[in-house]
């Protein structure tokens, strides 16, 4: 790709990779963008081939609120290779909180690889109320969780959820406490949340959604 010529938006022609940056840095300033400048903030978050420039690009979105930009930071979040802009575009979906946005963040959720960027996810997810609402979804998750970090921040929901038993299975909570067990750097407290609280599931004879089962 030529870097000089790739822009459509006249406000791009011509501008290299740090006349770009420059740029956009500048918009944080105004109080209000017109369409060109937000189509052209949209163009370098989906094509620009320098990740800072595209990372600072969702910057200003997520910064001026430009709901109008919320299906190109569903892209980049699912799509962009630099784990510093799908974190940029998780915050800004989670600040917009605008229910479309739900299915892509759950997809984002389970193939993400960077935890910084799996924790936004989360904190977008918990504005909905997706984790209470979704306990089919919630337990998929945490199949597939293996840090410890955001292990907290789930053993956290959880207790939350507890009371009302909108919480998955007890074996899919006791699993991703043996699961963060086996790494050296996972706290023995929070093995323990997860299993007092898999334990507490157990004992009521519920499978986390309320509805009563067989114990195996």
């Known amino acids: 790709m030529n870097t000089m010529t790739w822009a459509q938006n006249p406000l791009l022609k011509g501008l290299d990779a740090f006349q770009r940056v420059r740029w956009i840095k500048q918009l944080a ?11 052209a903030l949209q163009e370098i978050l989906s094509r620009d081939p320098y990740p800072e420039a595209r990372a600072i690009s969702g910057e200003i979105l997520k910064l001026h609120q430009l709901e109008i930009a919320r299906e190109t930071l569903e892209n980049a ?10 974190l940029i575009a998780a915050e800004a979906l989670g600040q917009f909180l605008k229910e479309d946005s739900i299915t892509v963040l759950k997809e984002a959720l389970l193939e993400e ?4 960027v799996r924790k936004a996810i989360i904190q977008a997810l918990q504005g909905f109320g997706e984790f209470e ?4 979804f919630f337990e998929k998750a945490l199949e597939k969780e293996d840090d410890p970090l955001i292990g907290e921040i789930y053993a ?19 699993r991703i406490g043996y699961r963060l067990g086996y790494l050296e750097e996972t706290p023995k407290e929070l093995v323990n949340r997860f299993m007092d609280i898999a334990s507490v599931i157990e004992a009521d004879g519920k499978n986390g959604i309320g509805e009563k089962k067989s114990i195996d």
């Not at 300033?29 to 189509?39: G, P, S």
């Not at 979040?77 to 799908?86: A, K, N, P, W």
């Not at 609402?133 to 089919?136: F, I, L």
């Open 77 to 86: 979040l699912l799509e962009d290779d630099f784990f510093e802009v799908r």
């Open 156 to 174: 956290d929901i959880l207790e939350t959820l507890l009371p009302h038993r909108k919480v998955p299975s007890f074996k899919a909570i006791r």
């Open 113 to 116: 690889d960077h935890v910084l």
């Open 133 to 136: 609402r979704d306990v089919a």
């Open 29 to 39: 300033n105004k109080k209000e963008l017109d369409h060109i400048e937000i189509d």
